[in-house]
């Protein structure tokens, strides 16, 4: 059904030459003295599955809102497919929107609930019905057709919501937070049926979570928001690996976070002071003057433990505060000399011997690549 | 021993107030409706004749101001249903409004903190030729202005359905405002965003969703409806003639001027049959109604 390759594969966003399906450029959004938006700049690709993060009160809703056509923007311009947007109404668009709470019609069934927007539109209703059955069996429901919506779970509403918002064959499909009522395993299970419809259907998505699991699960390329502002956009990977602040790696997983000023930069490594830690060795990055305050970002599965110190680029001693077994995993928090805790994550495979507990003294290693450098 | 008086204490605590409906209430009704199959005039009177036990109704069966006193009661029933469309309406518009809500609110509840008494007596006057609206209307110019209901039998009813429409619809406002609220704000925007029109939006979206609410105002109305009687008195007291007689006024006269208990009584009882058989069917959905909502939450 897909037209063209899958954007996940091609990655189109890499070649710098690809045209953008959605330009949002310079969007705000202003309510009185409260800026919501704050010139938001963003390209997305056909087919992508596009996650705007954040947490609650960072703008990603508004935006939303303002690409399905429910608000208008106080400045800037969207243009979906090469058309601008500018006063055209939400039910003019080629977008649709899968809301949060699924927006069903609890009155109507399944079927009269997915066929609505189509009968609306002028379809006739044998065709309409017919699209219908086919858009059920794709999500899965087709034996759930005259069910009401109060007759189902909150997965199998929530999968009636998506045939409804997809239906009507939309260019770009916009979710707002769209795992959030599911418990953990129904999210996971539907994580990957998100992934693949849209792969079938090749349908732009745009999803907006506070998820930060979901996010990196589902998408192709994230962008980070926080008080208005995008604040990083790239694929999962890039994102979690290279952050490019400190609000970014505290934001994505757990980071531990060192700051402290640039003393002596070689070709190859780096020496910061000052930090918790004490002197820290990393590998330098380009723009830096000498006592200059930055960051660390070291992530911890980066960090080894052991009872013995080692002869990695950075080893400092610790004693182990608490430890928490998540079964594949384990979590261990320990205190360094300067009072800071530090988490360390352990695989449970690769531990040998006895494995460490409360309150011994172990030493914490790392080599020079494993962290970041942050600057802002 | 301290044990024993907890487990009864509940039932100990409401006994009173059992016993008092059970008297006042229950006890009442039934006392009516045995008088009714006696000949009991000013005084009651037990005896019951074997033969004559229906006696009261066939007369009142024959009693013409009877029957005009149900007749009105299904004008002023389906004319009083007005008020459950002007309190959707109303409450529709306030809700789209963005602000002002509070100020409009107010304002349409305004009229239901007057007794019905006072409100008959206001629009009485306002229905005076004299007095009232005509009178204005003539001194602005329009001489051929006529809002003289009150004093023809034919349009008498429609005076006193105004003035009750008048004073309820506000109420139902009220109700109807609070069940559009309990809607979720994302079905508005999902029907934005199917294209539907203001009218089909309401038609087949959002009052159908509001069965719960539209059920309760009914039930509300209904009972309304068959008490009516403070607003009667106020406007006509029955007249012109006995053309806005209603039920609750003919059970009052029987009693009151005529002096024959067994007949009012027997008035009584026919007002009861008469709302159990519009208030139970609507009360039956209302609990399956809400069997359903329940189910739905669950």
């Known amino acids: ?376 | 021993m301290a044990i024993r008086w907890s487990r009864w204490s509940p039932q100990i605590a409401l006994a009173p107030a059992v016993i008092v409906t059970a008297v006042a209430f229950i006890g009442s009704i039934g006392w009516t409706i045995y008088i009714s199959f006696t000949g009991s005039r000013r005084f009651p009177d037990y005896a019951i004749d074997p033969e004559r036990w229906s006696r009261q109704y066939e007369r009142l069966a024959k009693d013409r101001a009877w029957g005009i006193s149900l007749d009105n009661l299904i004008v002023f029933g389906i004319g009083s249903l007005l008020a459950i469309v002007f309190g959707f309406i109303l409450a529709a518009m306030i809700e789209r409004e963005k602000r002002g809500e509070d100020v409009f609110r107010t304002i349409f509840l305004y009229p239901l903190a007057i007794s019905l008494i006072v409100t008959g007596i206001v629009w009485r006057w306002m229905f005076n030729p004299s007095l009232g609206v005509e009178n204005f209307l003539h001194q602005l110019g329009w001489e051929s202005a006529s809002f003289d209901w009150l004093s023809s039998a034919e349009t008498a009813m429609y005076g006193i359905i105004l003035a009750s429409l008048w004073q309820s619809s506000g109420f139902f406002m009220a109700l109807m405002l609070s069940g559009l609220k309990s809607i979720n704000s994302e079905i508005w925007s999902a029907a934005r965003l199917d294209g539907v029109g203001v009218f089909r939006l309401y038609i087949e979206i959002i009052i159908p969703m509001m069965k719960f609410t539209f059920l309760t105002c009914a039930i509300l109305l209904s009972l309304g409806v068959v008490k009516a009687y403070d607003i009667i008195v106020a406007m006509t007291n029955g007249g012109p003639g006995q053309s806005t007689w209603m039920p609750a006024l003919f059970t009052i006269n029987a009693y009151s001027a005529k002096s024959n208990i067994a007949y009012a009584s027997a008035a009584a009882v026919m007002m009861l049959v008469i709302t159990l058989a519009i208030f139970l069917p609507l009360l039956l959905l209302f609990i399956w109604q809400q069997k359903r909502r329940k189910a739905a939450v669950a």
């Open chain 1, 1 to 376: 059904m897909a037209d063209s390759a899958i954007a996940a594969e091609t990655k189109p966003w890499r070649s710098g030459t690809a045209e953008p399906f959605i330009r949002i450029q310079n969007i705000s959004k202003i309510f009185g003295d409260f800026t919501a938006v704050d010139d938001v700049s963003l390209d997305i690709y056909k087919g992508e599955l596009f996650c705007l993060l954040g947490g609650s009160g960072c703008g990603k809703s508004t935006l939303l809102r303002m690409l399905a056509g429910f608000e208008t923007p106080t400045q800037g311009s969207i243009t979906i497919d090469g058309q601008n947007v500018a006063g055209v109404p939400a039910s003019e668009r080629p977008t649709n929107m899968m809301f949060q709470s699924y927006a069903l019609f609890p009155h109507m069934s399944v079927e009269k609930n997915v066929a609505y927007g189509l009968l609306r539109e002028g379809v006739p209703k044998e065709q309409a019905m017919a699209r219908t059955a086919e858009m059920l069996n794709l999500v899965k429901l087709g034996n759930f057709a005259k069910r009401k919506p109060h007759q189902l779970s909150g997965g199998q509403q929530q999968r009636v919501a998506l045939a409804r918002a997809l239906i009507k064959q939309p260019k770009l499909l916009l979710l707002d937070e769209p795992l959030g009522a599911l418990d953990k395993k129904l999210r996971e299970e539907t994580q990957f049926e998100l992934i693949r419809i849209q792969e079938s259907l090749g349908v732009t998505f745009i999803v907006v979570t506070h998820d930060q699991e979901e996010a990196m699960t589902l998408s192709t390329r994230i962008g980070v928001m926080n008080e208005g502002k995008i604040v990083q956009v790239g694929e999962p990977e890039e994102i979690y690996e290279h952050p490019n602040s400190r609000f970014v790696a505290d934001f994505i997983g757990t980071v531990n976070l060192f700051q402290g000023r640039v003393d002596v930069v070689a070709p190859n490594e780096m020496r910061i002071t000052g930090t918790e830690a004490g002197d820290l060795i990393t590998k330098p990055i380009e723009g830096l003057s000498a006592k200059q305050t930055v960051s660390l970002a070291l992530r911890p599965e980066r960090i080894s433990i052991s009872r013995e110190a080692t002869s990695a680029a950075n080893c400092i001693p610790g004693f182990v505060e608490e430890v928490a077994y998540l079964g594949n995993l384990s979590i261990y928090r320990v205190n360094i000399a300067s009072g800071k805790t530090i988490k360390v994550t352990l695989s449970n495979l690769d531990i040998e011997g006895e494995p460490i507990t409360w309150h011994e003294d172990v030493f914490l290693s790392w080599n020079a690549g494993s962290g970041v450098v942050l600057t802002t």
